[in-house]
């Protein structure tokens, strides 16, 4: 986590390199994990969900202590939400790579994300943000 940042130009951030780790992803690589080899799928998405979990976590907390997000969220259930529909934006039968470019999923996942956490200091920063 860079200091300099605060919680909502991070998540801008981190759906980048998102973006990047995923943008050339075969589209069948987590079906044929799952499927084939499901102790290996297992170990991945506990670390996903590990290093993930904490992340989100850890930005939500950065978010409230910056004014920027709502005072009263429960960080462990967000943080399970969001990884749960970051699960969904990849999986190829709910959004097919041939309909969905994956960086307006991402795009879209945020901003929903972020508006029903934001403070009303976070609200307007976000539809600055958005605007340029």
């Not at 589209?27 to 998405?45: C, E, R, T």
């Not at 409230?64 to 190829?92: C, G, H, P, W, Y």
Request: hydrophobic share 40%; proline share 2%.
């Amino acid at each position: 986590s860079q200091q300099h940042l605060n919680a909502i130009d991070e998540l801008f951030l981190i759906d980048e390199g998102i973006y990047h780790l995923m943008k050339d992803r075969h589209s069948s690589v987590v079906w044929d994990l799952k499927k084939y080899y499901p102790s290996a799928w297992k170990i991945v998405n506990s670390i996903k969900e590990d290093v993930m979990k904490k992340v989100i976590i850890n930005n939500i907390n950065q978010g409230v202590t910056q004014k920027l997000f709502r005072e009263d969220i429960n960080a462990d259930l967000i943080a399970k939400l969001m990884l749960s529909r970051i699960d969904v934006l990849v999986d190829e039968q709910v959004f097919p790579s041939k309909e969905y470019n994956f960086i307006d999923l991402l795009a879209e996942n945020r901003t929903y994300h972020l508006r029903g956490i934001v403070s009303v200091k976070g609200l307007k920063y976000l539809e600055e943000k958005l605007k340029s």
